[in-house]
């Protein structure tokens, strides 16, 4: 076993961070981690559990005059994100990780560090291995497979904990405290069209809509950014109305949690109308550059000659399907009234795909909400738009929210002493975009949940690092709100 962090405190984490590093773990390969997870609670006799997934959960009993406190779940995830330079000549499911310090931080070499969540794994076998702490009791839940899908917190089933507290220890920013995340849910629209054959007299047009930022589609959805598919339908709107355009075929998007920032259509134009249609997608260029014009500074509008298609989509699909992606809910759709700043709900119209060979276009959304039932709202808004327009609307992978809470008995208690402790009130904070905490709240839903970590920098890149010294007031923090939880 390497030695390189031995001289770092606190040695107890460090000491089990630094055999995190030697068993490979990357998403869905999480086996050794949960190997070594039991292995550990056998080792100091604690009581363990493991579910159908692969999650465990450790319990340790409270230290003497104890008893009677709230039991306390600590939690991180057992993977980490497999991310290495393309030198480094890396294989995750083999190769151990080689952590290295550079001034004020713990790196990796040439690869992912999994700090993230490798630090919340180590601080909880910390606690539980620990003789000389105060605390109540507590349950350590280490799940799976967090970075691909949640998996581990998707197969949670009621009675596998028994806590009233859960503290997620899987946050980036020492001195913030997490008290909400969104909650997702997919659309899958699909539109069923004829082909016609293509009108006679007619020009062929490629439409581009191109250089936008994009970004996450949760994360960047309050950043006013241009949305590829909605300028490119805003833009067959107007041509469909004006000039005669026939749609011949359409492509927006490609990740459904990413804003989009390509799209394009071939279109046919009456020859008549071919100079107004240039005309017009110049003015479009120029409409939409002034209106984003603060956030899109490279964007770009603009069309290119086509090779002459067979057919074209039948009218009446034509015309549902640009009526309803011109008006489909997209963007933020409320602010949360709990945090202020924080987007309550929001959608991403992430994909415009047709397909020639099926004669079908679908469109992928993804939804999101810290509070479930706007989400449904939502949801039932979008299948009202997409029936009345004859298409098919198929809602999947729903998972729940975590509504803020300002009122929380932890965060409160936590706030306290956060400040008496670093002189300082730390920040509160909410996401919107998913956390275990959204899943695990919607399987146990009385828990008082709160999240919070070291500051790790550049996480899910080779640049990924953790400052030493957040890791101390970390767990100073950590060890003197175990002292103060209320009792139950
Ligand atoms: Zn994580």
Same mark, same amino acid.
Request: net charge negative; hydrophobic share 40%; proline share 6%.
């Given at each position: 076993?390497?030695?390189?962090?031995?001289?770092?405190?606190?040695?107890?984490?460090?000491?089990?961070?630094?055999?995190?590093?030697?068993?490979?773990?990357?998403?869905?390969?999480?086996?050794?981690?949960?190997?070594?997870?039991?292995?550990?609670?056998?080792?100091?006799?604690?009581?363990?559990?493991? $579910? $159908?997934?692969?999650?465990?959960?450790?319990?340790?009993? +409270?230290?003497?005059?104890?008893?009677?406190?709230?039991?306390?779940?600590?939690?991180?995830?057992? @993977?980490?994100?497999?991310?290495?330079?393309?030198?480094?000549?890396?294989?995750?499911?083999?190769?151990? *990780?080689?952590?290295?310090?550079?001034?004020?931080?713990?790196?990796?070499?040439?690869? #992912?560090?999994?700090?993230?969540?490798?630090?919340?794994?180590?601080?909880?076998?910390?606690?539980?291995?620990?003789?000389?702490?105060?605390?109540?009791?507590?349950?350590?839940? =280490? #799940?799976?497979?967090?970075? #691909?899908?949640?998996?581990?917190?998707?197969?949670?089933?009621?009675?596998?904990?028994?806590?009233?507290?859960?503290?997620?220890?899987?946050?980036?920013?020492?001195?913030?405290?997490?008290?909400?995340?969104?909650?997702?849910?997919?659309?899958?629209?699909?539109?069923?069209?004829?082909?016609?054959?293509?009108?006679?007299?007619?020009?062929?047009?490629?439409?581009?809509?191109?250089?936008?930022?994009?970004?996450?589609?949760?994360? @960047? *959805?309050?950043?006013?950014? !241009?949305?590829?598919?909605?300028?490119?339908?805003?833009?067959?709107?107007?041509?469909?109305?004006?000039?005669?355009?026939?749609?011949?075929?359409?492509?927006?998007?490609?990740?459904?949690?990413?804003?989009?920032?390509?799209?394009?259509?071939?279109? /046919?134009?009456?020859?008549?109308?071919?100079?107004?249609?240039?005309?017009?997608?110049?003015?479009?260029?120029?409409?939409?550059? /002034?209106?984003?014009? !603060?956030?899109?500074? @490279?964007?770009? &509008?603009?069309?290119?000659? !086509?090779?002459?298609?067979?057919?074209?989509?039948?009218?009446?699909?034509?015309?549902?399907?640009?009526? !309803? &992606?011109?008006?489909?809910?997209?963007?933020?759709?409320?602010?949360?009234?709990?945090?202020?700043?924080?987007?309550?709900?929001?959608?991403?119209?992430?994909?415009?795909?047709? $397909? %020639?060979?099926?004669?079908?276009?679908?469109?992928?959304?993804?939804?999101?909400?810290?509070?479930?039932?706007?989400?449904? +709202?939502?949801?039932?808004? /979008?299948?009202?738009?997409?029936?009345?327009?004859?298409? %098919?609307?198929?809602?999947?992978?729903?998972?729940?929210?975590?509504?803020?809470?300002?009122?929380?008995?932890?965060?409160?208690?936590?706030? @306290? *002493?956060?400040?008496?402790?670093?002189?300082?009130?730390?920040? *509160?904070?909410?996401?919107?975009?998913?956390?275990?905490?959204?899943?695990?709240?919607?399987?146990?839903?009385?828990?008082?949940?709160?999240?919070?970590?070291? #500051?790790?920098?550049?996480?899910?890149?080779? $640049?990924?690092?953790?400052?030493?010294?957040?890791?101390?007031? =970390?767990?100073?923090?950590?060890?003197?709100?175990?002292?103060?939880?209320?009792?139950?």
């Amino acid at each position: 076993m390497g030695n390189i962090l031995s001289g770092l405190k606190p040695e107890a984490i460090w000491k089990h961070f630094e055999e995190i590093c030697e068993i490979p773990h990357p998403s869905k390969h999480e086996l050794k981690m949960a190997e070594y997870v039991i292995n550990f609670a056998k080792a100091n006799n604690l009581e363990y559990e493991v $579910d $159908d997934v692969q999650n465990v959960v450790i319990r340790k009993p +409270a230290t003497p005059g104890m008893e009677n406190r709230k039991t306390v779940i600590l939690q991180g995830h057992l @993977d980490m994100v497999p991310q290495a330079n393309s030198d480094a000549n890396h294989n995750f499911e083999k190769d151990p *990780i080689k952590p290295r310090i550079e001034g004020e931080w713990v790196k990796a070499t040439g690869t #992912t560090l999994g700090a993230d969540n490798g630090i919340g794994v180590a601080t909880s076998l910390a606690i539980l291995e620990a003789k000389d702490l105060v605390h109540g009791p507590i349950e350590a839940l =280490f #799940t799976i497979d967090e970075e #691909t899908g949640m998996t581990g917190a998707f197969g949670l089933k009621p009675g596998f904990l028994k806590g009233d507290i859960l503290m997620n220890l899987d946050s980036e920013d020492e001195g913030e405290l997490f008290i909400g995340c969104a909650g997702g849910t997919n659309a899958n629209i699909t539109f069923k069209y004829n082909k016609k054959p293509a009108p006679k007299k007619h020009s062929a047009f490629k439409i581009f809509v191109k250089g936008l930022k994009g970004g996450h589609s949760g994360c @960047d *959805i309050h950043l006013g950014r !241009a949305n590829s598919n909605k300028l490119l339908f805003r833009f067959l709107k107007q041509g469909e109305k004006n000039l005669g355009l026939r749609l011949v075929a359409v492509e927006g998007g490609n990740l459904r949690n990413a804003i989009p920032r390509e799209a394009y259509a071939v279109v /046919m134009i009456p020859k008549e109308n071919v100079k107004a249609f240039e005309e017009a997608i110049k003015q479009y260029e120029a409409i939409i550059k /002034m209106e984003f014009a !603060a956030v899109e500074p @490279d964007l770009s &509008i603009y069309a290119e000659k !086509a090779k002459s298609p067979k057919n074209v989509f039948d009218k009446s699909t034509q015309r549902n399907l640009i009526n !309803a &992606i011109f008006v489909c809910p997209n963007n933020v759709i409320r602010m949360s009234n709990d945090m202020p700043g924080l987007v309550e709900t929001s959608t991403n119209l992430a994909i415009v795909k047709s $397909d %020639d060979k099926t004669k079908k276009v679908e469109i992928k959304c993804l939804l999101r909400s810290s509070v479930d039932s706007s989400k449904e +709202a939502l949801e039932q808004k /979008m299948a009202a738009l997409f029936e009345l327009a004859g298409a %098919d609307c198929i809602f999947d992978g729903q998972y729940p929210g975590w509504k803020p809470n300002p009122s929380s008995p932890i965060l409160t208690e936590m706030i @306290d *002493i956060y400040e008496k402790m670093f002189g300082k009130k730390p920040e *509160i904070k909410a996401i919107h975009a998913g956390l275990e905490c959204g899943l695990i709240g919607g399987v146990f839903p009385n828990l008082d949940m709160i999240s919070f970590g070291p #500051t790790i920098k550049f996480p899910h890149s080779p $640049d990924e690092q953790c400052n030493i010294e957040t890791v101390q007031k =970390f767990w100073d923090y950590i060890l003197e709100t175990l002292k103060n939880v209320p009792v139950k």
